[in-house]
C-alpha cells in the first residue's frame, strides 16, 4: 500500500500537465489554477491544526520553506501548462544537482565521490537536454526552460530546507509547504494581471459555473495526492520512496508524447537517462548514509 500511495502521488504530478492545459485554453492561468489548487489543501491544514499558524509566525525558517515550496509549484505547474512537457519535468530534475550544492551551504554535508558522480551526470544530462538543433552552447532557449530549472532548484532548497528543520511540527512544515503554493503563485499572478505590468495575464475567469466542477475535482484530487505522499513516505525508507516518485518522469513523457504535449528526441532522451541516473544515484547514496547514522529524511513536493 505505502508503494501504490507514493505511485498514485508521482502519476497525478506526471499527468497535471494536461489538466492545467485545459483550464488555461479555458482562460485560467495556470497560477490562478495553482491558487485554487491550493487552498483546499490550506484550508484543511488551518482546521485540523490551528495551532501551527503560531510556530509558522515564530519561525523564520519555515518562511523560507513557504517561499521554496510555492516557487517549486509555481514554476512547474507554469512551465508544463505552456511549453515542452517532456523538456520541463527533466530539467526539473536535474534537482540532484542543486541538492548536492545545498546541502553543502545549508547543512555542511561533505562532497562523496557519489555526490560528485550526481553532479556530472545531472550537468551532463542538463547539457543533452538544452543542446540546440543547430548547435551551440546548451542554455535554455525559452521561458519553460526557465521555469523547469528555477522549478528544480526550489524543489532542491526546499527538501534541503524540510531535513534542516525536520524538528519542526508536521502541521507546521505543512502549512508552510500550502501557503506557499497560494502565495507565490497568487503574488505572481497578481503581479502580472496588474495594468502596471502591462496585464500580461487575464484576471482568473472561466467560461461558465460548471468549470468549477472539474477545479473542485482537480483540488481534491491534488489532496489526496498530498495524503498518499504523507502515509507512503513515511512508511517507506527514503531512498525507496525517491525512486517510486521517478515514475513521474516516464507518466508525463509518455503522455505528452502521446497527447502531443512534448517530443521525446534522442538527446533529450540521452539526457533524460542521466538525469534519472543521478537521482537514482541520490537514493543509493541516502540508503548508505542511512545506514551510518541519520534519522530517516524525507523529501516531498505539496
Same mark, same amino acid.
Given at each position: ?8 502521488n508521482?502519476?497525478?504530478w506526471?499527468?497535471?500537465?494536461w ?7 479555458a482562460g485560467l ?9 491550493y ?10 491544526n490551528?495551532?501551527?499558524? *503560531?510556530?509558522f ?6 518562511w523560507?520553506?513557504?517561499a ?33 550544492l545545498?546541502?553543502?551551504l ?17 550537468? *551532463?544530462?542538463a ?8 548547435g ?14 528555477a ?13 534542516r528543520e525536520?524538528?519542526?511540527g508536521?502541521?507546521a512544515r505543512?502549512l508552510?509547504m500550502?501557503l506557499?503554493g ?7 499572478a497578481c ?5 502596471a505590468?502591462?496585464?500580461?495575464i487575464?484576471?482568473?475567469t472561466?467560461p461558465?459555473?460548471v468549470?468549477?466542477l472539474?477545479?473542485g475535482?482537480?483540488a ?7 495524503l498518499?505522499?504523507q502515509y507512503?513516505?513515511a ?8 525512486i ?17 504535449g ?8 540521452v539526457?533524460g537517462?542521466c ?27 505539496a
Amino acid at each position: 500500500m505505502p508503494v501504490l500511495a507514493l505511485m498514485f502521488n508521482a502519476l497525478v504530478w506526471g499527468l497535471s500537465w494536461w489538466p492545467f492545459r485545459q483550464f488555461q485554453a479555458a482562460g485560467l492561468h495556470p497560477l490562478w489554477t495553482t491558487v485554487a489548487l491550493y487552498l483546499l489543501s490550506l484550508a484543511v491544514i488551518v482546521f485540523s491544526n490551528p495551532k501551527a499558524w *503560531g510556530e509558522f509566525l515564530r519561525t523564520p525558517s519555515l518562511w523560507v520553506i513557504m517561499a521554496a515550496a510555492g516557487c517549486t509549484n509555481t514554476a512547474f505547474n507554469w512551465g508544463v501548462a505552456v511549453g515542452d512537457v517532456v523538456r520541463v519535468v527533466l530539467l526539473f530534475y536535474v534537482a540532484p544537482l542543486w541538492t548536492v550544492l545545498l546541502a553543502r551551504l545549508v547543512l555542511k554535508e561533505r562532497m562523496t565521490p557519489l555526490a560528485a558522480l550526481r553532479m556530472v551526470l545531472a550537468l *551532463g544530462g542538463a547539457a543533452c537536454v538544452l543542446m540546440p538543433e543547430e548547435g551551440g552552447f546548451p542554455l535554455p532557449s525559452s521561458l519553460p526552460d526557465w521555469l523547469g530549472l528555477a522549478g528544480g532548484f526550489c524543489f532542491a532548497l526546499n527538501n534541503v530546507m524540510l531535513r534542516r528543520e525536520a524538528a519542526r511540527g508536521a502541521h507546521a512544515r505543512a502549512l508552510a509547504m500550502f501557503l506557499g503554493g497560494v502565495v507565490v503563485a497568487g503574488a505572481a499572478a497578481c503581479g502580472m494581471a496588474s495594468e502596471a505590468a502591462g496585464a500580461l495575464i487575464g484576471w482568473p475567469t472561466l467560461p461558465g459555473a460548471v468549470w468549477l466542477l472539474p477545479l473542485g475535482a482537480m483540488a481534491l484530487l491534488f489532496l489526496a495526492s498530498n495524503l498518499c505522499l504523507q502515509y507512503g513516505a513515511a512508511r517507506l525508507p527514503a531512498n525507496v520512496s525517491s525512486i517510486v516518485m521517478l515514475t513521474e518522469v516516464p507518466a508525463a513523457a509518455l503522455s505528452a508524447v502521446w497527447l502531443g504535449g512534448g517530443v521525446l528526441d534522442t538527446k533529450t532522451a540521452v539526457g533524460g537517462a542521466c538525469i534519472l541516473a543521478a537521482a537514482l544515484l541520490a537514493a543509493a547514496e541516502r540508503r548508505t548514509t542511512a545506514t551510518i547514522a541519520a534519522p530517516e529524511q524525507q523529501e516531498a513536493r505539496a
